[in-house]
């Protein structure tokens, strides 16, 4: 809600990345508020679902959705 306002009835949406290295860098940038970590499947634990995939007989491998986010991890946690 707080990237949404209605403003002359239209709708305006502050669509700018909130990703920052550093609680001061955010600052910086106007962003006061600590942003959540991308949640996704470690590697590891991808590999191992991979490795059992066969033998549960599922059909097919489905590659993991967590694959397509894992560059947006940030390595410390939870990001600012």
Not at 37 to 49: D, L, S
Not at 52 to 75: E, I, M, N, Q
């Amino acid at each position: 809600m707080r990237d949404c306002k209605v403003v002359n009835g239209q709708l305006v949406v502050d669509a700018r990345s909130k990703v920052a290295k550093n609680a001061a860098q955010a600052q910086e940038a106007g962003y006061p508020a600590r942003w959540p970590n991308i949640v996704c499947a470690h590697r590891n634990t991808i590999q191992a679902v991979d490795a059992k995939w066969p033998a549960l007989g599922l059909g097919d491998l489905l590659p993991s959705p967590s694959l397509k986010y894992t560059a947006l991890v940030c390595p410390n946690g939870a990001a600012v």
